[in-house]
């Protein structure tokens, strides 16, 4: 049971989780921590399986545009790059630090 790619769930993982609250007599709350998942998540789940929506969830989505996934790239990019300046900020703190006289 994984996730995919894009961050959503794959229709067996759902299946096999409900099955745990379901049928396990696990509580939501202790099969969401085993699963590493939102318990509001695995709830919605649970409703949706009860209503005999499940797999309804998660459904085909339209495809991206091209501007969107280019907006996805450069989202990505500017994350990257944020955290390469934080990192070198903290770099130059610290050797700035170093060579001050009389900090050793």
């Known amino acids: 049971m994984t996730r995919s790619s894009n961050g959503r769930y794959s229709k067996e993982f759902r299946s096999e ?5 379901v049928e396990g007599g696990i509580s939501a709350y202790e099969a969401a921590r085993q ?7 695995l709830e919605n789940w649970v409703r949706a399986f ?7 969830i998660g459904g085909p ?9 280019e ?5 990505r990019e500017l994350a990257q ?5 934080d ?5 130059a703190a610290y050797f700035a630090k170093e060579s001050l006289p009389g900090t050793r």
Not at 61 to 69: N, V, Y
Request: with cysteine; glycine share 4%.
């Open 17 to 21: 989780a409900v099955k745990l609250v």
């Open 71 to 75: 907006l996805d790239r450069v989202k």
């Open 50 to 56: 009860k209503a005999g929506k499940l797999g309804d």
């Open 87 to 91: 990192i070198l900020k903290k770099a």
């Open 61 to 69: 989505q339209r495809p991206l545009t091209e501007i969107e996934q």
């Open 35 to 41: 699963l590493c998942l939102p318990k509001s998540t």
């Open 81 to 85: 790059v944020k955290q390469e300046r």
